[in-house]
């Protein structure tokens, strides 16, 4: 049955991408990650030791949280019908992927350094990943490292990382950065 899902949400996803108007998954998330990490400064010592075991909560409630939440309306939708309960496996399955929404995005911001409008790409990377994108250079638009000297290192190496992968597109067709 699983092989069927992802299969069909491969489809769904190739057919239709990321519908704009449709909330994504990731952006309740978001949300759920900001209002544990809220909670959790609250109640936790503001020490290394306290921020430390901070993340390791949410680092384990989010996932768990996540499973639990999906897994319970999984099983609902199938106890109600099992082609149902496909149907929910195929929709989470589409949105998991985002393969087609995550080319459309990257491909916004290469034509956006091609032409080249900054401004404009940085607002195209913006739609793909989750920090401020505002001190972006050029280089870094295209998938590089974050300008240090104007936004520091907020994200980490992790962000850097993620960054990266969700140009991967446009970087990977050619360093527009360089172009600039």
Aim: charged letters at 20%.
């Amino acid at each position: 049955m699983i092989s069927y899902a992802v299969l069909g949400g491969f489809v769904l996803d190739a057919v239709f991408g990321d519908p704009a108007w449709l909330p994504h998954p990731v952006v309740y998330m978001g949300k759920a990650i900001s209002a544990l990490e809220k909670g959790l400064r609250a109640r936790l010592p503001k020490t290394p030791k306290g921020e430390l075991w901070g993340g390791r909560i949410l680092a384990f409630c989010l996932p768990v949280g996540t499973f639990a939440l999906t897994s319970l309306i999984c099983i609902g939708a199938a106890a109600l019908h099992p082609l149902l309960g496909l149907a929910v496996q195929m929709f989470w399955c589409g949105q998991a992927l985002a393969a087609k929404g995550l080319v459309q995005e990257s491909t916004n911001v290469y034509r956006e350094l091609l032409k080249p409008d900054l401004p404009a790409a940085r607002t195209a990377v913006s739609r793909i990943v989750g920090r401020g994108t505002q001190a972006l250079t050029a280089g870094a638009t295209a998938g590089g490292r974050r300008d240090q000297s104007r936004c520091g290192d907020r994200g980490g190496k992790r962000q850097r990382w993620r960054d990266r992968a969700a140009v991967v597109y446009a970087a990977g067709r050619r360093s527009a950065g360089a172009d600039l």
